[in-house]
């Protein structure tokens, strides 16, 4: 029997990172896909501008007010929310296509995403929050990201307190004091979440050879 092939037959994971900008989110993101061929990245929508760097399609569907509202009414986000002064959204259809294939989801969203995710599906959800060691560091990793004026610095920071209020909501949280650490802590999760039974939509068959001996 070929164990790998037949492990492929799994639910993928739909698994949300939240956390106060400047956490370091990102970069996890990032290591994450760059580690994990069979793990994509939920692309939002939003009504915010581009930052320097940032590219439409990559980092985010950059849309108007009306082209939101639009995709509303048309019932193409999974969930969607107001974060700061602009509007975000996850596309549903991608993200059932990947599920469909079997590769986990990764959505960098707001605690309000999470809220709504939560109600509709559950029971692939694996909820991470992503605490900074203090906010001291927080307001350095957003100041040395040096792409927001002073004014959406201070905003952001007094957005942190909010977000961080919703830390008891998530199943898992790690404190980002070392991004190895973390790197480390979340991978643990994401192994760990992979080999629950109820995942793994292989194990019936797999035990019933295995017990009839072939
Ligand atoms: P930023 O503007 O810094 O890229 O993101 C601001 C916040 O919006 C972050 O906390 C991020 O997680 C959240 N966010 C990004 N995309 C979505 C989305 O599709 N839905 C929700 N609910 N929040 C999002």
Redesign the pocket.
């Known amino acids: 029997m070929d164990i790998q092939a037949l492990k492929s037959h799994r639910r993928g994971l739909m698994i949300i990172?939240?956390?106060?900008?400047g956490a370091g989110?990102t970069t996890l993101t990032r290591r994450l896909m760059a580690e994990n061929s069979d793990m994509t990245m939920?692309v939002?929508?939003?009504t915010?501008r581009p930052?320097p760097g940032e590219e439409d399609g990559k980092?985010?569907y950059f849309v108007s007010k009306d082209e939101f509202s639009a995709m509303i009414d048309e019932d193409q986000?999974l969930?969607?929310?107001k974060?700061?002064d602009?509007y975000?959204?996850?596309p549903r259809g991608p993200v059932e296509a990947s599920l469909a294939e079997g590769k986990d989801v990764i959505?960098?969203?707001?605690?309000?995403?999470?809220q709504?995710l939560t109600q509709a599906a559950s029971d692939d959800l694996v909820k991470v929050f992503i605490l900074p060691p203090n906010m001291q560091e927080l307001e350095k990793r957003l100041r040395s990201r040096a792409q927001d004026s002073d004014e959406v610095i201070a905003k952001?920071m007094s957005k942190s307190e909010a977000?961080i209020s919703h830390w008891a909501e998530y199943d898992y949280v790690l404190v980002n004091d070392d991004v190895d650490m973390a790197m480390a802590e979340l991978s643990a999760i994401i192994i760990a979440e992979r080999q629950k039974r109820k995942r793994q939509l292989w194990l019936g068959p797999f035990v019933k050879r295995l017990v009839e001996g072939g």
Request: net charge negative; glycine share 6%.
């Open positions: 990172l939240s956390s106060p900008s989110k939920s939002s929508a939003t915010r930052r980092d985010y986000f969930e969607h929310a974060v700061f602009n975000y959204g996850t959505f960098d969203i707001d605690w309000q995403g999470a709504q952001r977000e």
